[in-house]
């Protein structure tokens, strides 16, 4: 394969973005090589800048639920550009995605938009921290929630501990709010409820996604739940990947828990830069400028991303049964590679939940970040490499998860497949 111009834009990015990219994650560090530089995309495909053509299946880590240049997502954003781009005023299309939204959940009377991910899961730390007057919080080893201090911590395995920062920068002072607890392991959150009396929430992605996929246990939910109401804890369900992606109503749809704050991100911007937080009256009341929480944002709720977010969440609502389709599509990609790698003696762990879809070069069945890092990362680098040469784009890390958008259509499935299995035996 050619890639001779990525080669060379890399090169140049290099000398003035550090890492040449402005997100790690995209620079193909864990699996070698160099990241290939996009030129445009359409329906399931990316074309790099030498017109190399791919399947691909990050569609932008998420948001792009009906892949690239969705011509109704398009058409939205066009007019909206028109009127202009932004004002710093409200805009009537605020109200409507809100109401979109907040009509679908009954744990929902409010939300408020953000511009990414990050922003939306840190105003919910606060928002928490502000109505419950309590300054610790618990998340799990192995969930992502954005960058931001507070969350940016990951652990030593195994015994609860107050976090520590997982990068220079973050003062341990900051940190050491944050207790650890491990996931699907309910004695390690009892632990951290036994360890501070001053825990003023409890944040999971409900599916993770962070860590490969791996979907939380419902009855594991369930007993987090209860353990939350016993000790006046919030309980925030992080659905910036899995909301609008796993079900219509994220997993919160399926395990059928209800959070007290659920954040999301990825595909209500459909393709642009929004994030959100959202929950009930009492809560969202603090906010300000009813309240003394304080969160604020030039951009939010810019009204360019809020019609893409718009159309999306139209669409995905006239359609409900898109979910079952995209499902039945992930659930064939992921029966078929775990077919081929019995076939050829490769251990592997397949997980589906909605349009998400995730596999561990791993032996055993993964349950938590523990188990996930003694995956075979080595194999997976190999199995990426390979499918990228053959035009079929994963995301570059072991860790993370694959999306199905509504335009893969069966033959391109099959046709990864195919691949998959030629590179299966060439792996094992
Ligand atoms: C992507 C992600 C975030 C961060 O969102 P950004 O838009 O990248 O800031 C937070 N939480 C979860 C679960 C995510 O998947």
Excluded at 23 to 41: C, E, Q, T, W, Y
Excluded at 70 to 80: G, P, R, T
Excluded at 162 to 181: E, I, M, N, R, Y
Excluded at 348 to 374: E, H, P, T, W, Y
């Amino acid at each position: 394969m050619n890639i001779k111009n990525s080669n060379l834009a890399f090169q140049e990015a290099k000398k003035v973005i550090p890492g040449g990219v402005d997100s790690p994650v995209r620079a193909f560090k864990s699996v070698g090589g160099i990241p290939l530089f996009v030129d445009r995309a359409k329906g399931a495909y990316l074309l790099d800048i030498d017109d190399n053509k791919y399947i691909d299946f990050v569609q932008s880590w998420g948001p792009l639920i009906f892949g690239h240049c969705d011509a109704a997502i398009e058409e939205a954003v066009i007019e909206a550009v028109k009127k202009g781009l932004s004002f710093g005023a409200p805009t009537t299309v605020e109200t409507l995605l809100a109401q979109e939204i907040c009509d679908m959940f009954d744990n929902i009377d409010k939300i408020r938009f953000v511009s990414s991910g990050t922003e939306a899961v840190m105003s919910a730390i606060r928002l928490a921290r502000g109505y419950t007057k309590k300054d610790d919080i618990v998340k799990f080893e192995g969930c992502y929630h954005g960058h931001s201090d507070s969350l940016l911590v990951q652990a030593g395995s195994g015994a609860v501990t107050f976090g520590t920062p997982s990068s220079p920068g973050v003062p341990s002072d900051f940190t050491k709010h944050t207790l650890l607890a491990k996931y699907n392991d309910i004695q390690s959150v009892k632990k951290c409820f036994e360890t501070s009396n001053d825990i003023a929430c409890v944040i999971i992605e409900p599916i993770a996604g962070n860590m490969g996929l791996v979907p939380a246990d419902i009855e594991f939910l369930d007993r987090l739940r209860k353990l939350c109401d016993k000790n006046g804890a919030l309980l925030i369900f992080d659905e910036v990947m899995s909301g609008f992606r796993a079900n219509l109503k994220g997993a919160s749809g399926i395990v059928n828990i209800a959070a007290d704050i659920i954040t999301f991100g990825k595909v209500i911007g459909g393709g642009m830069p929004v994030g959100a937080f959202a929950s009930r009256n009492e809560i969202m009341d603090k906010l300000s400028p009813d309240g003394p929480v304080y969160q604020a944002g030039t951009l939010s709720g810019n009204p360019v991303a809020m019609s893409a977010g718009l159309a999306s969440l139209k669409k995905l609502k006239q359609n409900p049964l898109i979910y079952k389709e995209l499902e039945q599509k992930a659930n064939k990609l992921m029966n078929a590679f775990q077919k081929i790698a019995e076939k050829n003696h490769i251990p592997l762990q397949i997980n589906v939940r909605g349009s998400m879809f995730g596999f561990f070069f791993n032996d055993k069945k993964v349950l938590n970040f523990d188990d996930a890092l003694k995956s075979d990362t080595e194999m997976f680098a190999k199995f990426h490499s390979k499918m990228i040469d053959n035009g079929v784009y994963f995301a570059c890390s072991q860790f993370e998860t694959g999306f199905i958008s509504t335009v893969i259509n069966d033959e391109m499935i099959n046709k990864t497949i195919e691949i998959a299995e030629k590179i299966f035996k060439e792996l094992k």
